[in-house]
């Protein structure tokens, strides 16, 4: 027996054979070719197709992980559209007349070395990547071979070096354990996208482990703990056969759940809705008893379209899922665009560090004809459910008086040209910079509700960017200085009459759910997947 350790990224005992991934390597030759406009035309058609998988990948995605996690293969598509990348390789086509196939590895290669060259800047770096793995896919296709080798019929624990996220969600879930890697950050968009969809793996068990692996091998993988046991002797592999037991035991029960409510032993109701990224996931959040929609991320509508989406579309859609919760809450977050989210059509330009940029509401407010567009769908919409309007990256008193006048202003409108909207829409901000969680008793009087995006919160506040995979060990999600953050938020909500809820990855570790219990916070919302467990926490919380 082998034992292995590298980070689990989700809980779940699987036991099976071993399957290796190969991916096919991609060997490109220079080639001298005459014909330049049918090299040109041979690359375009390569491009369409690789445009096509994308759009099956992301489909793929958006059911599965939902549309936050799905946004990684439109920034693909979006990279393989780009002016300057195409215009790189029809000049290297055109000036050295050689095969695409050659010009696409140099261009990918150069865009990937300028993004890579740009010092202390994760998200340009992470794009390196990304521009590789395009202009792979369009090697492929323009040589018309195939990406990955498929997996045995029986279910298999995948064994690789690293995973990209389109080859996470490509894998057939009937045919896979579990996945292990050699490298990885629990932060990448692979871990995040296998948390999602509920399949035990483990990232970063080190070079060693491929070499000491093969086809086969029989292996227990503990997601909860990060270990691999190849060959296992008999007393670890019926010490996990048990501990397996118990996970799906445990599992069944939750399944109990559906229907009850969320409640303390001592009696203390919370909500718990559900995050979701579009109405394709209304679904999901059913399925899984949701109390509502604690963050419907309207930024879809804007990341899928070629141009600024109509007031018709967006309430249209809003409309939608309004009337699919039947009346129960449904808290809409206007557009988050910018920073790792962005859109052509919006001409937001480069910024040296987009994280503290011009991005979601710094746009609305000085772009006020977008977010007019968007309050007049929404309160257009609010007569159809229980809609509450959430703004993001609120760091002022002044941005929340502006935002309430503008929606005053719209109402305005609205009255006059004889539109109905309700009058018992909720209006409340995120806490997600240390600024607004510092002076929420000045802002707690001002709205309905705080919900605590955790995420941006962690990152702004410990100075860590969670993508970055060197800065993992300092980006520490329960460190005092959060919890103290969200504590003070909590307090001055209740102090002043606004409710507060979570809407951030930490919502759903149920580590921390006595925690926020304790501190008062009134609404977790969670990944649809993750409601009952955070409901069977709840219930057996005593805060007496």
Not at 308 to 333: C, D, H, N, W
Not at 383 to 412: D, R
């Amino acid at each position: 027996m082998v034992r292995y350790v590298g980070k689990g990224v989700y809980g779940a005992v699987a036991i099976g054979k071993i399957s290796v991934f190969q991916r096919e390597e991609i060997s490109v030759k220079r080639i001298h070719v005459e014909d330049v406009e049918a090299e040109k035309e041979k690359v375009n058609l390569a491009k369409e197709k690789s445009l096509a998988q994308l759009q099956e990948i992301y489909d793929k995605a958006l059911k599965e992980v939902g549309e936050a996690n799905a946004q990684i293969f439109k920034t693909h598509m979006t990279m393989l559209e780009d002016e300057d990348y195409n215009e790189s390789i029809e000049n290297i086509i055109e000036t050295q007349k050689v095969n695409g196939e050659y010009a696409i590895a140099v261009t990918g290669d150069n865009f990937a070395a300028m993004f890579a060259a740009i010092e202390d800047n994760a998200y340009m770096q992470e794009r390196a990547t990304d521009v590789k793995d395009i202009s792979n896919r369009l090697i492929r296709n323009l040589s018309q071979s195939s990406s990955l080798e498929g997996t045995e019929n029986d279910k298999v624990i995948i064994c690789a070096d690293d995973l990209a996220p389109s080859e996470t969600v490509s894998l057939d879930k009937e045919k896979v354990l579990a996945f292990v890697t050699a490298h990885g950050s629990s932060n990448s968009h692979t871990a995040i996208l296998a948390r999602n969809m509920n399949i035990p793996a483990i990232i970063g068990v080190g070079e060693e482990f491929l070499s000491g692996i093969e086809d086969g091998d029989y292996a227990i993988v503990d997601g909860f703990t990060g270990e691999v046991f190849v060959n296992p002797d008999q007393e670890t592999t019926e010490r996990l056969q048990e501990k397996q037991r118990q996970d799906l035991e445990k599992k069944k029960l939750l399944l109990d759940l559906k229907g009850k409510e969320n409640i303390t032993l001592d009696g203390t109701q919370i909500n718990v809705y559900a995050n979701i990224g579009s109405v394709d996931n209304i679904g999901a959040v059913l399925l899984n008893d949701a109390g509502g929609i604690g963050l419907f991320r309207s930024e879809f509508l804007y990341l899928e379209s070629k141009d600024y989406p109509t007031e018709e579309e967006q309430f249209a859609a809003y409309k939608k899922v309004l009337e699919s919760m039947a009346g129960k809450k449904v808290i809409i977050r206007t557009l988050d665009i910018g920073a790792d989210k962005q859109v052509d059509y919006f001409g937001l330009g480069k910024e040296d560090n987009p994280a503290l940029g011009y991005r979601a509401i710094r746009i609305c407010l000085t772009r006020p004809e977008i977010f007019k567009t968007q309050l007049r769908a929404l309160y257009r919409a609010s007569v159809y459910g229980k809609l509450g309007i959430m703004f993001p990256m609120i760091t002022s008193v002044s941005e929340v008086e502006k935002i309430k006048e503008t929606c005053e202003q719209v109402k305005q409108e609205l009255k006059e040209q004889g539109l109905s909207y309700s009058e018992d829409v909720e209006l409340g901000i995120m806490i997600e910079t240390p600024a607004a969680a510092v002076i929420s008793d000045r802002l707690a009087p001002l709205v309905d509700f705080f919900s605590v995006g955790t995420n941006d919160l962690t990152q702004y506040t410990l100075a860590c960017d969670r993508q970055n995979p060197n800065l993992e060990s300092f980006c520490d999600t329960h460190h005092e200085a959060i919890l103290r953050l969200i504590e003070m938020a909590a307090t001055n909500a209740h102090k002043y009459g606004a409710w507060i809820g979570i809407c951030g990855e930490l919502a759903a570790d149920v580590t921390l759910t006595e925690t926020f219990l304790r501190m008062g916070i009134d609404e977790l919302s969670v990944s649809p997947g993750f409601v009952l467990k955070v409901r069977n926490q709840i219930r057996n919380i005593d805060l007496s």
